[in-house]
């Protein structure tokens, strides 16, 4: 065992399988006490299990380390307390939280219902949300902490995942607003955007060029969790680990602008437009054009 983050509590949402499973042991692995919480359920987000949770439980015990069960679910406001709860009660104190949980339910948007709608957003980002709220609340008493949320390169958009993309977009805009509010108070907040081989990822429907393992995902976590990443000053940044890769995403700004005196009318629009300010191209498109070549050809796209 290290001892990179010797002496801390984090809370992992997720940690069931996969990269949530994968962060727990790491941050366990380098010295941390961790909440594993994880509502057991399928990808849809059916079937709840407690064991899922207490299997990695006795996992981190089995190396040597320190942890806890809680397999209530983080889409309600009473599930994420009780994570931040659980931590307070068994170790005292609450140093890192990281939002993994999530779900799929695809569906073209056009044929998306509100059953499919709902827990999707419910699970990824008010999960998010209420454990964030529940943990900053603790965080600010201590003047420290870290948050971390789980986007995807999907908050780009998606052709069959609205749903889940509009989930991720709004974890990078909850997080780089945590970063703001509670930077006063010593309390850095980032995302991440994992390429990784897992349950979810392997329904993509492209050969992933740039894909690495759980493990590397747990690696860039523990860093963030660390006191160098937050002597660093690293907070409202959004992350991409993609096996041997590792790459920041821009932060939202104007790219051009044009500027109407008198006011704007449709004719002037149409005469400034596309000129003046035109457009900002969507990568995805390009690879959504390869998408389409390559199924009617039977095979599938490189990405």
């Known amino acids: 065992m290290g001892n990179f983050l010797a002496g801390k509590v984090v809370a992992v949402t997720g940690a069931g399988r996969g990269i ?22 399928a990808m849809d987000g059916a079937s709840p299990t407690s064991e899922v949770a207490e299997a990695v439980v006795k996992e981190i015990e089995a190396a040597g ?27 005292g104190r609450l140093d890192g939280v990281v939002c993994v949980a999530g779900i799929l339910r695809e569906r073209m948007l056009f044929n998306m219902t509100e059953e499919e709608w709902d827990p999707v957003i419910a699970t990824h980002l008010k999960g998010t949300f209420t454990v964030f709220r529940a943990a900053s609340a ?3 008493g201590q003047r420290s902490g870290t948050l971390i949320g789980f986007t995807s390169g999907n908050h780009q958009g998606s052709v069959s995942q609205a749903n889940y993309s509009a989930a991720k977009g709004g974890i990078i805009s909850l997080v780089r607003s945590a970063a703001l509010g509670l930077h006063k108070y010593g309390v850095t907040a980032n995302a991440v955007a994992p390429v990784a081989r897992t349950r979810m990822s392997a329904n993509v429907p492209m050969e992933l060029a740039e894909i690495g393992e759980p493990e590397d995902v747990a690696a860039l976590v523990v860093y963030l969790l660390s006191d160098g990443a937050q002597e660093q000053g690293i907070t409202g940044q959004v992350y991409t680990v993609a096996g041997p890769k590792i790459a920041v995403w821009a932060q939202p700004r104007e790219l051009r602008a044009a500027y109407a005196p008198g006011g704007w009318t449709p004719e002037t ?21 390869a998408m389409e070549s390559a199924a009617r050809a039977g095979s599938r796209p490189n990405a």
Not at 65 to 81: C, N
Not at 269 to 287: K, N, R
């Open 269 to 289: 629009i149409a005469q400034f437009l596309p000129g003046a300010v035109g457009v900002d191209p969507m990568p995805m498109l390009s690879q959504l054009v």
């Open 138 to 140: 603790v965080m600010r």
């Open 20 to 41: 949530g499973r994968a962060v727990a042991l790491a941050a366990a692995a380098e010295g941390a006490k961790v909440v594993v919480n994880d509502y057991g359920v």
């Open 65 to 91: 380390g320190e942890a806890v069960a809680v397999a209530d679910d983080i889409s309600t406001m009473a599930g994420g307390q009780r994570v931040v709860e659980a931590a307070l009660s068994a170790y």
